[in-house]
């Protein structure tokens, strides 16, 4: 009941837990280099250690999804990801969608369909969103529900955003053909095919 | 699509951004990250700091090591209760509702007992919540159990174990309603005594936890003049005048700040052990600290909501006439009092008569002490209840008539030609349009096809059954006009504070008192502001959440930042007018009866000579050339009271399909028109509507607090507490009728609660009709496929109340695999 997280309860207090490694990644553009202690999740890497306080944690049984980023383009709970299992890979959270001043379309998309209220499961649902039509560049109402069952909000009853994220899906798939979307490519590489053939709406 | 009932008639309110789907100031920070929640907060010096929290409901610490954990690295101190017992206080309640009420001592830390699992028992510092966190697994507790009670009825029966053995009784407090005797209706006993139609039914409100995104978080600063508390509080302002009583510390020397926050939902609206602890730590240590709960703390600590066994008795004639309403509640407060935790039923009690024309009304509430988490506000606090009740025994009422229950509403509800109506309670509801409502929402539901169809389905034994839920709610908020707190023995007032500041550049400071955490105030109150002033929408900045800032409130719940607060700030911005009003005259060389004032700028009448507010506020900076005996400012301040409540209404209709081979209920469709007065903002108002749907429609169908019979919280992670996920919940229908409040000069209402308040039962009345053939005429909430399954298998009654757990990380039951696995 005291435990923090399952990931820390795990661990006993001993001296290994000074013990570091040593871990390579890129999170947003930027290189960093950093020994941690090997039990350190993700989420907590990012926002103690690096300053990127953009995501946050909601839970500590990976059910709310707040805490979501990107692993090499895909969507991960990073408080189920240790940081040094990120070693050598490419994270992307919230703070590294806008581009030179422009917001991503799904940033766009949740502004102007009221897709958030209190903001804190935002960052999270933002990230599952654009991995979601990644994966699946026109999904029906179903489909978005479904694709973010693993992103709890308590605000909004999810109505706008499942209409932001249809909304975005029409805004990333007419701009996919043109290749004028940055961050569909930065974020998800391997995804930029099926996304610019999947343009139809 | 909303249809306007009474046309605005009042001159004074502009119209130009009210009424505007402006798109959020706030949004910009927090679709890019660019966010403070209190967790975020790194000071230079700061420890964290950890709880460890007891495992077992009611017990004895016989013993309590630290020295193990004190000696680990990077922890720099351990606290028990007996450290803290003579600096902690007690944690306040400011709501006694009664003058005998019994209120027992509640300690932030446990001293040598402990009351619900849960409750905290030692404290960690250390240079890192992972150090707090490792030397919370070397404190060493022993603990004697003490006998425990944990469901009501056994607590109030002679003989139960007591919580506080030193209150004597496990009873908080009676409290009665009787418009008898209030002088507001007749005597229900008489009603009762020659009904010609008597209903009864018990209802259970299950416990629910609000389950606010953002776990709590607390930073407190020693090293100021001040203290300075960060919180993800609902009430800052609260809070500092409730830390000061509590802990004597000279009130202006505490700053609070509740800087982004998560939500609330009256989850947030307390002051919490876990902020006592870090202020208290931080003092000790004279440097800063932070304490930031996991989930799993915040589900079996923070305050939970509900709670409540109601019996409910309605009396009618054979044409369907109401005559009388009896309520016998029974209010779980957990092992001790929050901040309003004996009032929350109370909340309720002028609710249940709802918007019907009962002639006799009795509420009586009794409220009881258990070994589990304390209770407190939730979305609605009282009124979700109170609704519930009401629209289901309606429900039980039509189907013992054999009415429709439409129509059996639509006979004893108030017209809307009886407005003003004051009710059985003695409650004035200023206007309102129930027919209107009713009317937009069937014909969006299409109900007499849905009725058609679930005749169909009956008829031909079809295997989905259909229903359809009706709720035609009212609700009270706007929290409050301060005599009525006064008459309830609420220990605050209910009035709210602004500012408006002009700048010298034209641009203006909205100073509120209303903290938001969510709900938009930044742009509701720009837009407000805007139209008042005659100030673009942009060059409007609103200060809030910080007590040196904003240094007056009564902070945000009970539906009422916009029917209060900003009300505050309209009248805070016509004293900015009437301040200018001397100076635009001075300065346009004419009398102050001469100008005229529309949109931002004086005009002397029948001239095109004029000053803007702008100008003025230029001219009143160098404050060259003012009027004799004129101060150089146009800032301004307001306190407002309310004279009235806000009564929001609506009628929400659910249709829902049951699988009456597996239980499990699907919603087909739900339509909500709410009548919230003059809108604002419509695409924030519709947000408002969208959460509180899903929070309403969550009670009905999916969430329970579950202790088992050690008291141990079962659904204490987010997979056993079932939070709906999108994949859960349908797409939702609304619209609005408007009928403007007549109790403040922008006609608006309160949202902030209304979805929540009318799902419940619209849902709840849809899953019993579509079963009600078999014989059922009520299932327990959550209407869980299990729950439905048993009614429909008639084994519902025979079983104990107590339900399963939720569907994740828990819910395997030991007492029945095979039903889990099947």
Redesign the interface.
Known sequence: MSDRSPAVAAQPCAREVRSVVAIRMTVDGTQYDDDVEPRMLLVHYLRERLGKVGTVVGCDTSNCGACTVHLDGHSVKSCSVLAVQADGHEVTTVEGLAKDGALHPMQQAFHENHALQCGFCTPGMIMQAIDLLNENPNPDERAVREGLEGNLCRCTGYQNIVQAVLDAAGRMTGRAESDVEPTAEAVSPRHAAPVAGGAGG | MTATIDAPDTPDVPTAEIGKAR??K??????????R?T??I?LPGMMHM????S?VAHAKITNLDTTAARA??GVHAVYTGADLADEQGSLPCAWPITADMKAPQHPSLAVDTVRF??EAVAVVVARS??AA??????IDVDYEDLPLVLDMESALADGSPLVHPDLGTNRNAVWVFDSGEAGTGDNVDDAIGGAEVTVTRRFRQQRLIP?????RSVVVDPTGEQFTVWSATQIPHVLRVMMALTLGIPEHKLRVIAP????G?GGKLQLTPEEVLTFLVARRMGRPVKYTE????SL?SAHHGRDQIQDITITATRDGAVTGLKVDLMADMGAYLGLVTPGVPILGAFMYNSIYKFPAYRFTCTNVFTNKTITDAYRGAGRPEATFAIERIMDELAAELGMDPMELRRKNWIKHEEFPFTTVCGLTYDSGNYEAATERAMELLGYDALRMEQKQRRERGDTVQLGIGISTYTEMCGLAPSRVLGSLSYGAGGWEHAAVRMLPTGKVEVVTGSSP????HETAWSQIISDRLGVPFEDIEVIHGDTQTSHKGLDTYGSRSLSVGAIAAVKAADKVIEKARPIAAHMLECGEDDLEWDAGTFTVRGTSNSKSIQDIALAVFAAHDLPDGVEPNLDSEATYDPENFSFPHGTHLCAAEVDTETGEVKLRSYIAVDDVGVVVNP??V??QV??????GIAQALFEEAVHDETGTLVT????DYL?P?????P??TLDRTESRATSNPLGVKGVGEA?TIASTPAVVNAVVDAVRQFGIVDIEMPCSPRRVWRALQGVADAEPTAPGPGG??GSIDANEPQEEVQ
């Open positions: 798109r959020r706030e949004d910009a920070r927090l679709i890019t990250g660019r966010t929640w967790d975020n790194q950890a709880i460890l929290r495992p680990l690295p699992a849960g919540a992972y966190a490792d030397a919370l697994e070397a389950a606010f995104m953002e776990p982004d926050v998560g939500g939902f996991s989930r799993s703390e079996v955490h969510g709900q938009g695409m924030i519709d947000g969208h959460g509180g749907l899903a929070q204490g992670t987010l997979a939070v996920s999108a994949s859960d919940l797409a939702f979805g994740g990380l």
